[in-house]
């Protein structure tokens, strides 16, 4: 009895303190930055501007006027990536994400390896330009221009690698990097598209009606074909301005290419602070956003401009790569300090690769731009894994199958419902009575 008490007692001590210590442990903490490979300060070369001031908004060149949207700011660094001469990275930014401490980080991560660095303002500064700037063609050629400018600059001119430049853009940028070369903008090597926004349709209606009522947006289906060099294309699964779909479809837009591939992210709670896959990661706010306004888009779901991990492992890796000649990322996410990886960045679609193709439209959507076209390789998808790649419930129409595969269509989610097996192509699912119904796939 007496031992069998002591026993009951030893359990509970342990339980409470077990549950205590459970209780009390602090959760996984995210990866930090890497210290090698690309998105790392491995190949740091430089900590100074070429005027030897420190790598600072307020010591670059400057010029243009603000309020009319055609200043640029012009990064040369002390010391250059190639000795004498440098390749040129071109930042196009996100809508009314107009001054550069918002992507500082970034822009000092560039700077930092040699490369010269041109930001364009494009948007116009003030009220005018928050609510009378709706023109991205205007918002274009201010941007054509002030490039232009800025590497004719003497300074400029006798540095920069006029055959090696570079165009990196987030958001609203990434529209305007698909007019880029069919309206003037100077050749560049490769674009580097994060959470490029080819529509403003996702935008929450207050401030469309607020802002953008007039919108005139850039053609991205009609100026894509003139666009001949590699893409790469990075965006996250719980961005509801950039939607996966938006990035499946600009690699419809892209027939003349070199090379183009799409690669998603989704958000990874297990640790905390969380790691987030919404529509402003690319950004890492130094300083000059007011808190309030922090707060207000952090309330409204965004994570708020702040800078992590995924900042240098994911977006400053896949421009390093591209300038590095890559036209494949090889990233990695890093691990949470228990050891645990992040959820992989993940290749969704890469034309290069066998895999299965859906389309949302019969005849695989031929002469239709703008619909889905979703790569999957082997594997199990339900409708969230769907829908990160772009696919919409309810909505295939046709679907290409590489010969000796087996594809299982589900009309409900979670591999439920009706089926349909398929081992060939299919031109249109109206023929087997499973068109428009289908929200989970197997692969085999
Ligand atoms: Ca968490
Ligand atoms: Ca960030
Ligand atoms: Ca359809
Ligand atoms: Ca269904």
């Not at 529509?199 to 007039?214: H, K, Q, Y």
Request: net charge negative; aromatic share 10%.
């Amino acid at each position: 009895m007496k031992r069998s008490l002591l026993a009951l007692i030893v359990s509970l001590a342990f339980i409470i303190t077990g549950s205590m210590a459970f209780a009390s442990a602090p959760p996984p903490k995210p990866p930090a930055a890497p210290t090698t490979g690309f998105g790392s300060p491995q190949n740091y070369i430089c900590n100074s501007l070429y005027n030897g001031a420190p790598i600072d908004h307020n010591n670059c060149i400057d010029f243009g006027n603000t309020d009319a949207g055609e200043r640029c700011w012009v990064y040369i660094p002390s010391v250059l990536k190639n000795g004498t001469t440098a390749p040129v990275v071109i930042y196009l930014h996100g809508m009314f994400a107009l001054v550069p401490p918002i992507y500082g980080p970034q822009i000092e991560h560039l700077v930092r390896q040699g490369y010269i660095v041109i930001f364009p303002e494009y948007n116009k500064g003030g009220f005018d330009g928050m609510f009378n700037d709706s023109n991205q063609y205007e918002q274009l050629a201010r941007a054509v221009n002030a490039v232009d400018q800025a590497l004719a600059l003497p300074d400029v001119a006798a540095r920069a690698e006029l055959n090696n430049i570079f165009l990196a853009s987030h958001s609203n940028g990434g529209n305007l990097s698909m007019g880029w070369i069919a309206n003037g903008g100077v050749p560049v090597k490769a674009m580097i598209m994060q959470h490029p926004c080819i529509s403003n349709e996702a935008i929450p209606a207050f401030v469309r009606t607020l802002f953008l009522g007039d919108m005139i947006e850039i053609d991205a289906a009609a100026h894509g074909p003139a666009i001949t060099c590699p893409v790469i294309v990075v965006g996250g699964v719980k961005d509801t301005i950039a939607k996966p779909v938006q990035l499946n479809q600009i690699m419809s837009y892209l027939p003349n290419a070199a090379t183009k591939v799409q690669y998603m992210y989704d958000e990874d709670t297990y640790g905390d602070p969380d790691l987030e896959a919404d529509h402003v990661v690319p950004c890492q706010d130094d300083g000059v956003l007011p808190g309030w306004l922090l707060d207000l888009m952090a309330s409204m779901g965004f994570s708020a401009f702040e800078e992590n991990s995924d900042d240098y492992r994911i977006h400053f890796a896949a421009v390093d790569a591209a300038l590095a000649g890559l036209t494949r990322v090889p990233f990695d996410r890093g691990k949470w300090s228990d050891g645990r990886a992040v959820n992989p960045v993940v290749k969704v679609y890469d034309p290069d690769i066998a895999g299965v193709m859906l389309y949302e439209h019969c005849d695989y959507n031929a002469g239709i731009t703008g619909a889905y076209a979703v790569q999957l390789t082997k594997g199990v998808y339900n409708l969230g894994g769907l829908a990160a790649r772009g696919f919409s419930n309810d909505s295939l129409s046709s679907i290409k199958i590489p010969s000796g595969w087996k594809v299982t269509l589900y009309k409900d989610d979670n591999f439920s419902g009706t089926t349909k097996v398929l081992y060939g192509n299919n031109s249109c699912l109206t023929g087997i009575g499973f068109n428009d119904v289908v929200s989970s796939i197997k692969v085999e």
